[in-house]
Structure formats: structure tokens, C-alpha cells
């Protein structure tokens, strides 16, 4: 099997999608979906039904989870467990992030535990 390689620029060449989309998925693995997403203007994000993570590429401005605001920059890694309400404010209009959706619904709080997994 080739393992896929997978670029902003091959990303951005499906944006905006069709119906206007801002985002795009260019890689699934049993529960990892690797996606592209550049949102223009607003961020018109709901909360997600499993844990993610962002990895900014380019852009900067703040970003809203659980109650906090933080700044952000290209490189910077940002968590956010599944239920939980985020978006991006204030945001150049360059702004670029990988997304890596990944686990089970509800998130790993969602298991049994109701606790992380140790790591």
C-alpha cells in the first residue's frame, strides 16, 4: 500500500467545494479523517461528535473552546473534545488548518471510565 501524502496546495484545489463547502477530506483510516479546512468571513461551526485536532498552516486570530479565548498562529496545535463548542474568530482571511477528526463518538471521555485514556 502507498502511503498517501497529502498537501495544503491538493487540498485547496477542491475549496471552495461545490455547495460552498470550506472544508474537504482527503484521507480516512478506520476512525482517523485527515481534512482541509479554510473557512472565509465566519466560522460557522456546530460541536463535533468526536475528538480533533487542528494544525495551523497558515492565517492567525482567535480561537474559541470551552468558554476560553486564545490566540493562534501557523503551527500552532489546538485540541478540542468532542461536544464541546469551538470556533475560529478574528481570523485572517489566509487562514488554513489541517483538521484530524479521530476515536469513537462521544470522544475517549466516552468510554466506559468516563476518564482520558493515561498518556
Not at 26 to 45: I, K, N, W
Not at 62 to 79: H, K, S, T, Y
Not at 99 to 114: C, D, I, K, L, N
Amino acid at each position: 500500500m502507498l502511503t498517501p501524502r497529502l498537501t495544503v496546495a491538493d487540498g485547496l484545489a477542491h475549496l471552495p467545494g461545490k455547495n460552498g463547502e470550506r472544508f474537504v477530506e482527503l484521507f480516512q483510516h478506520g476512525t482517523l479523517s485527515v481534512e482541509l479546512y479554510a473557512p472565509r468571513g465566519d466560522d460557522p461551526q456546530t460541536p463535533h461528535t468526536r475528538d480533533e485536532v487542528y494544525v495551523v498552516v497558515r492565517g492567525s486570530g482567535e480561537f474559541f473552546a470551552g468558554g476560553e479565548r486564545r490566540p493562534f498562529g501557523p503551527g500552532d496545535v489546538l485540541f478540542v473534545p468532542a461536544a464541546v463548542v469551538h470556533r475560529f474568530e478574528s481570523f485572517t482571511d489566509d487562514l488554513v488548518v489541517w483538521v484530524f477528526f479521530y476515536g469513537p463518538e462521544g470522544g475517549e471521555m466516552a468510554r466506559s471510565t468516563g476518564e482520558p485514556a493515561p498518556g
